[in-house]
């Protein structure tokens, strides 16, 4: 992927909270919809980690991207190859098919078992990818392995490493935590409303 890609989730609401924590209570009666929008910069960085930061990519130009939706698992296509699935968020691109992510999600963690589209599977995951583990509040941090059905095992660490005010094109977003992604030489972010859970803007 290009250096400083970013796609920007717009969303309906949020909490007002201070120092945030992801909890399995963030994904309560997860129901969502917005707009994608990508954009690529060699300028804009991805800004501090830490306390009380203020992220600001309002200068970015975006072009769209489709939408998603995340809605009840029992409606995703082929969601009953999933077993303990809790919700799914279906992914309309724009020129691609509609992909259909699948989680589960307990009191300790949130995973993601696979992918599918309308006409079967994409991707099962032998071994559960772990999205978050909870409550996940700043500063932590963890490593996990997973693997895709003929894809060998990956290795993956998640940090909470920053909250603060995070300014778009959509707005200005207070309480948003940021979240880091390693796995093997790259790197990727995240900025979200933790409660109730909402992905903004996803950088690499």
Do not use: H
């Not at 990508?38 to 130009?61: H, P, R, Y």
Request: aromatic share 16%.
């Amino acid at each position: 992927m290009k250096k400083s890609l970013l796609l920007a989730f717009a969303i309906i609401s949020c909490t007002i909270i201070a120092q945030p924590s992801i909890t399995s209570t963030s994904f309560n009666s997860y129901s969502d919809v917005g707009a994608l929008y990508f954009a690529s910069s060699n300028s804009i960085g991805f800004g501090a980690a830490g306390a009380n930061q203020t992220w600001d990519f309002s200068s970015l130009v975006l072009g769209d991207d489709g939408n998603y939706s995340g809605v009840a698992v029992a409606t995703a296509p082929y969601s009953n190859e999933f077993a303990n699935a809790n919700f799914f968020v279906k992914n309309t691109n724009v020129g691609f098919e509609d992909i259909y992510d699948i989680f589960t999600i307990n009191s300790a963690k949130l995973d993601i078992l696979g992918s599918t589209r309308d006409i079967g599977t994409i991707e099962i995951y032998t071994n559960p990818r772990t999205v978050y583990v909870f409550p996940f509040n700043y500063t932590n941090s963890f490593s996990d392995t997973y693997q895709i059905l003929g894809e060998s095992l990956i290795s993956t660490t998640i940090t909470y490493d920053g909250y603060g005010t995070l300014i778009t094109a959509f707005g200005t977003y207070p309480n948003v935590v940021r979240i880091k992604t390693e796995e093997g030489n790259s790197v990727g972010y995240t900025w979200a409303i933790p409660s109730p859970y909402r992905e903004i803007v996803f950088a690499s």
